[in-house]
């Protein structure tokens, strides 16, 4: 997989007839969808039906199962991501006949051209955060177009285009992806060591994220998080270039400094200094510190600050976000994209304190790791993590893109949870809902955690619970 380098940015009516492939998955879906909502005719495929297809589909694109040359058509412009291996035949087929291939995040640059662009960065966050944001500017009539790696529980959208001037993105660091925009205000919750697998290190890492803060617009906002020492670092080089630097979190010297976090259920409330009170009802002092960024970004676009703090009080959170699937026999059942060591702890220490104010119970954490590479790299750390539940279960890595390393398995993860946790290895993926209600007590939280297909594991885990109600 190669790092994506910037480029000329096409306008999005240049473009002509774009050809999506593999455009069910989320990232892909949402340009597509934002294009046909602007009249650009769109086809695509995909290896498997979706719902998304179906939605597309309604919306005129012209989609197909499976992958075939034949399904370019008459395209002069073809999408890929990341993922797609040069292998591909409809891929082959393009560069053949000399179309215009672009990456997802280069066709996402060229709907973004000629609005307020905002893209949201950051190795943990930037789903919830870009999705803050959209919804506090919905609150304020700003109406912002969006593309965001998750979708709104409000309208289980993950990308839609809006009225107004304002454009937000969550920008992907991931393979290099947001070194495709230039954006006027861009966030950067943090930076940590992560997908190691196309950096090989993190110097290389940190050194992209100061690549992408080169590339805000000049006359541009920087908004850091005052907490992460990288963040900060990149504070001070957008200083350096002339931009608006705005900082936010606990730090003493913050912009907009947090205090007076207080867990309240499934949400908090909390201070920001020369705003004011804000309440929450997504649970975690990690996303009182999103909310914030979203206070300063919105600083940055001049939006009325009171009615962006209503719209984040109305927030109902993005899928797969701590998001609760339901409760049967006495145990609630939580769903998590978490799958990062730093989220892990983030959402199990959010799932302690909202315990504790029901007044106890466990947590059973359901964990798949997510990329053989990432387990390679991190499977100390992730058993560490895990060790602030009562019970882990440890599902086998979701390899996704990659192929199989010998040796790396899950079982290096749940070797690596400490005693006093409860560790349960679990390879056979079918067997996990019923291992995880036997685990459950009254009272305890059950949370699935991982970017694989562990969600599908929340409502048969509730299944089952139920079926051991007596």
């Keep these: 997989m ?11 009516e240049e473009l002509g007839k774009v050809h999506f492939i593999a455009i069910g998955g989320a990232g892909m879906s949402g340009v597509a969808r934002i294009m046909l909502l602007r009249g650009i005719p769109v086809s695509g495929s995909d290896a498997r039906d979706s719902e998304l297809l179906a939605r597309l589909g309604e919306l005129g694109a012209k989609v197909f199962v499976g992958h075939d040359a034949a399904h370019l058509g008459d395209a002069d412009t073809v999408v890929v991501s990341t993922a797609i291996r040069d292998t591909n035949p409809e891929l082959v087929a393009a560069r053949r006949r000399g179309l215009r291939v672009l990456h997802r995040s280069a066709a996402l640059a060229s709907l ?9 960065a950051g190795t943990h966050g930037k789903t919830t955060t870009s999705s803050m944001l959209t919804v506090a500017l919905q609150r304020v009539g700003a109406d912002p177009s969006y593309c965001i790696g998750g979708q709104l529980v409000t309208t289980g959208l993950g990308a839609d285009e809006g009225s107004g001037d304002v454009f937000v993105a969550e920008a992907d660091e991931s393979d290099g992806s947001f070194l495709a925009y230039s954006p006027s205000v861009a966030v950067v919750t943090n930076v940590e060591a992560d997908h190691l697998d196309n950096y090989g290190g993190f110097e290389k890492v940190k050194e992209n994220f100061a690549r992408f803060v080169d590339r805000i617009e000049p006359g541009g906002t920087l908004v850091a998080g005052a907490d992460d020492p990288v963040a900060m670092e990149l504070a001070e080089r957008a200083r350096g270039r002339g931009l608006t ?7 003493p010297g913050a912009d907009l400094r947090v205090t007076g976090f207080t867990p309240r259920g499934l949400g908090s409330r909390f201070h920001i200094e020369g705003v004011g009170d804000v309440a929450l009802s997504v649970p975690g002092l990690h996303n009182a510190l999103n909310a914030t960024a979203v206070v300063a970004a919105a600083q940055a676009l001049d939006a009325d600050l009171a009615g962006v703090v209503d719209g984040l ?10 998001e609760r699937k339901g409760e049967a026999a006495g145990v609630e059942v939580f769903d998590s994209y978490a799958h990062h060591p730093t989220e892990l702890i983030a959402d199990l220490r959010a799932t302690r304190d ?48 990659e192929d199989p390393e010998p040796g790396v398995t899950g079982a290096l993860v749940a070797d690596a949870v400490p005693e006093g946790t409860r560790t349960v290895y679990a390879p056979a993926f079918d067997e996990v809902p019923g291992i995880a209600a036997d685990a459950a007590r009254p009272g305890d939280v059950v949370i699935t955690l991982g970017a694989g297909d562990v969600t599908v594991l929340g409502p048969r885990i509730l299944e089952q619970l139920a079926a051991r109600t007596p």
């Design 354 to 401: 909202y315990l504790e104010q029901k007044g106890g119970g466990r947590i059973v954490a359901v964990f798949q790791p997510h990329l053989y590479s990432r387990t390679r790299f991190f499977a100390a750390e992730f058993g560490a993590a895990l060790g602030l539940a009562e019970v882990a279960v440890v599902l086998d890595v979701y390899g996704a893109r």
């Design 245 to 251: 630097v705005r900082t936010y979190g606990q730090a």
């Design 313 to 322: 009080a109305s927030f109902g959170g993005a899928m797969r976000r701590l």
């Design 2 to 12: 190669n790092l994506i380098s910037p480029g000329e940015v096409v306008p999005a």
């Design 112 to 120: 973004m051209a000629g609005r307020r662009a905002v893209a949201v």
